[in-house]
Protein backbone atom coordinates (compact mmCIF):
# COMPACT_ATOMS: atom_id res chain seq x y z
CA UNK A 1 0.00 0.00 0.00
CA UNK A 2 1.42 3.19 -0.85
CA UNK A 3 1.87 6.54 1.35
CA UNK A 4 -1.74 7.92 0.37
CA UNK A 5 -3.04 4.58 0.98
CA UNK A 6 -2.05 4.43 4.40
CA UNK A 7 -2.70 8.03 5.52
CA UNK A 8 -6.55 7.47 4.17
CA UNK A 9 -6.35 4.14 6.24
CA UNK A 10 -5.92 5.72 9.05
CA UNK A 11 -7.89 9.02 8.78
CA UNK A 12 -10.51 6.68 8.53
CA UNK A 13 -9.79 4.27 11.52
CA UNK A 14 -9.76 7.62 13.24
CA UNK A 15 -13.35 9.15 11.72
CA UNK A 16 -14.70 5.15 12.61
CA UNK A 17 -13.22 5.37 16.25
CA UNK A 18 -14.89 8.99 16.77
CA UNK A 19 -18.19 7.91 15.85
CA UNK A 20 -18.64 5.52 17.82
CA UNK A 21 -17.29 7.65 20.86
CA UNK A 22 -19.70 9.77 19.94
CA UNK A 23 -23.03 7.49 19.97
CA UNK A 24 -21.42 6.09 23.41
CA UNK A 25 -21.79 9.49 24.54
CA UNK A 26 -25.42 10.00 23.02
CA UNK A 27 -26.06 6.93 24.20
CA UNK A 28 -24.85 7.24 27.70
CA UNK A 29 -26.53 10.85 28.38
CA UNK A 30 -29.92 9.87 26.79
CA UNK A 31 -29.84 6.78 29.56
CA UNK A 32 -28.66 9.11 32.49
CA UNK A 33 -31.05 11.56 31.65
CA UNK A 34 -33.90 8.83 31.45
CA UNK A 35 -32.90 6.91 34.74
CA UNK A 36 -33.20 10.54 36.71
CA UNK A 37 -37.17 10.87 36.11
CA UNK A 38 -39.30 8.68 37.86
CA UNK A 39 -43.04 9.16 37.93
CA UNK A 40 -44.92 10.35 41.29
CA UNK A 41 -48.65 11.42 40.80
CA UNK A 42 -51.21 11.55 37.21
CA UNK A 43 -53.75 13.23 37.23
CA UNK A 44 -56.83 12.11 34.48
CA UNK A 45 -59.58 13.76 32.95
CA UNK A 46 -62.01 12.87 29.78
CA UNK A 47 -65.16 13.98 27.99
CA UNK A 48 -66.98 12.74 25.27
CA UNK A 49 -69.60 15.14 24.89
CA UNK A 50 -69.20 17.40 21.50
CA UNK A 51 -67.78 20.94 22.16
CA UNK A 52 -68.89 23.50 19.03
CA UNK A 53 -66.23 25.79 18.93
CA UNK A 54 -68.32 28.94 18.93
CA UNK A 55 -67.84 32.04 18.65
CA UNK A 56 -65.03 31.91 16.09
CA UNK A 57 -61.59 34.11 16.43
CA UNK A 58 -61.80 33.94 20.18
CA UNK A 59 -59.61 31.92 22.67
CA UNK A 60 -62.09 29.31 23.74
CA UNK A 61 -61.09 27.25 27.21
CA UNK A 62 -62.45 23.57 26.38
CA UNK A 63 -65.36 22.28 28.87
CA UNK A 64 -63.85 19.38 31.32
CA UNK A 65 -60.68 20.14 30.04
CA UNK A 66 -58.89 21.15 32.99
CA UNK A 67 -57.22 20.03 35.93
CA UNK A 68 -56.01 21.63 39.13
CA UNK A 69 -53.59 19.80 41.29
CA UNK A 70 -50.67 20.16 43.69
CA UNK A 71 -46.72 19.54 43.75
CA UNK A 72 -45.73 19.15 47.35
CA UNK A 73 -42.25 19.30 45.88
CA UNK A 74 -40.35 20.79 42.70
CA UNK A 75 -41.29 18.43 39.91
CA UNK A 76 -41.41 18.05 36.20
CA UNK A 77 -44.55 17.87 34.18
CA UNK A 78 -45.55 15.98 31.60
CA UNK A 79 -48.99 17.04 29.65
CA UNK A 80 -51.08 15.27 26.65
CA UNK A 81 -54.21 16.33 25.29
CA UNK A 82 -55.89 14.18 22.72
CA UNK A 83 -59.48 14.48 20.97
CA UNK A 84 -60.96 14.01 17.49
CA UNK A 85 -61.70 17.15 15.68
CA UNK A 86 -64.41 18.46 12.88
CA UNK A 87 -63.74 20.61 10.74
CA UNK A 88 -65.73 21.91 8.09
CA UNK A 89 -63.84 23.47 5.28
CA UNK A 90 -64.14 26.52 3.46
CA UNK A 91 -63.78 26.54 -0.45
CA UNK A 92 -61.42 30.23 -0.22
CA UNK A 93 -60.15 30.68 2.85
CA UNK A 94 -58.72 28.64 6.24
CA UNK A 95 -61.58 26.70 8.37
CA UNK A 96 -59.39 25.01 11.06
CA UNK A 97 -59.19 24.80 14.49
CA UNK A 98 -55.72 25.67 16.63
CA UNK A 99 -55.06 24.04 19.69
CA UNK A 100 -52.95 25.44 23.27
CA UNK A 101 -52.41 24.84 26.89
CA UNK A 102 -52.92 27.33 29.55
CA UNK A 103 -50.84 27.02 32.47
CA UNK A 104 -51.89 28.72 35.57
CA UNK A 105 -54.14 31.11 33.28
CA UNK A 106 -51.53 31.77 30.61
CA UNK A 107 -51.58 30.38 27.35
CA UNK A 108 -48.79 29.26 25.97
CA UNK A 109 -47.74 30.56 22.03
CA UNK A 110 -45.89 26.86 21.95
CA UNK A 111 -46.84 23.52 21.50
CA UNK A 112 -49.73 24.80 19.09
CA UNK A 113 -51.49 21.74 16.91
CA UNK A 114 -53.24 23.01 13.66
CA UNK A 115 -55.61 20.82 12.32
CA UNK A 116 -58.37 21.48 9.12
CA UNK A 117 -57.69 22.83 5.25
CA UNK A 118 -56.62 25.96 3.83
CA UNK A 119 -59.25 26.20 0.88
CA UNK A 120 -60.55 23.23 1.37
CA UNK A 121 -62.75 21.10 -1.34
CA UNK A 122 -64.44 17.97 1.15
CA UNK A 123 -67.67 18.82 2.95
CA UNK A 124 -65.82 17.68 6.47
CA UNK A 125 -62.95 16.88 7.51
CA UNK A 126 -62.16 14.23 10.30
CA UNK A 127 -58.61 14.76 12.18
CA UNK A 128 -57.03 13.19 15.21
CA UNK A 129 -55.29 15.65 17.30
CA UNK A 130 -52.85 15.01 19.69
CA UNK A 131 -50.83 17.95 22.03
CA UNK A 132 -48.14 17.03 24.46
CA UNK A 133 -45.65 19.25 26.21
CA UNK A 134 -42.74 18.49 28.85
CA UNK A 135 -42.28 21.39 31.75
CA UNK A 136 -39.07 20.85 33.60
CA UNK A 137 -38.74 22.09 37.09
CA UNK A 138 -41.85 23.10 38.10
CA UNK A 139 -42.49 24.77 41.68
CA UNK A 140 -44.52 23.26 44.89
CA UNK A 141 -47.80 24.76 45.01
CA UNK A 142 -51.31 24.33 43.05
CA UNK A 143 -51.39 24.46 39.31
CA UNK A 144 -54.06 24.58 36.89
CA UNK A 145 -53.36 23.82 33.45
CA UNK A 146 -56.40 23.35 30.85
CA UNK A 147 -57.03 23.09 27.03
CA UNK A 148 -57.92 26.07 24.79
CA UNK A 149 -59.11 26.05 21.45
CA UNK A 150 -58.99 28.67 18.98
CA UNK A 151 -61.28 28.35 15.46
CA UNK A 152 -62.20 29.99 12.27
CA UNK A 153 -65.69 28.76 11.77
CA UNK A 154 -68.59 28.52 14.02
CA UNK A 155 -69.63 25.30 13.46
CA UNK A 156 -66.20 23.34 13.66
CA UNK A 157 -66.08 20.85 16.86
CA UNK A 158 -64.25 18.56 18.72
CA UNK A 159 -64.95 15.24 20.71
CA UNK A 160 -63.15 12.49 22.74
CA UNK A 161 -61.11 14.38 24.78
CA UNK A 162 -58.52 13.14 27.37
CA UNK A 163 -56.25 15.28 29.24
CA UNK A 164 -53.21 13.87 31.24
CA UNK A 165 -50.99 15.26 33.59
CA UNK A 166 -47.90 13.51 34.74
CA UNK A 167 -45.55 14.67 37.38
CA UNK A 168 -42.00 13.44 37.44
CA UNK A 169 -39.36 13.47 40.62
CA UNK A 170 -36.68 15.98 39.55
Given amino acids: ?9 IIAILLGAGGLGFGFITWNIQNS ?21 NPAYAYLHVPNMSIVFDLPTPA ?7 CSAVVYPEPTEYAGISFYFSVNGIRLLEP ?9 TS ?13 PSVSPGTHNIS ?3 Y ?18 AD
Wanted: proline letters at 2%.
Fill in 33 to 53: MQANLTAQDIWFQYDEDPFTV
Fill in 76 to 82: SIHILFM
Fill in 123 to 135: TIEYSSVALQHFI
Fill in 1 to 9: MGKGGSILG
Fill in 151 to 168: SAETINFIRLCSLTIQSL
Fill in 112 to 120: RVDVGPYEG
Fill in 147 to 149: VMV
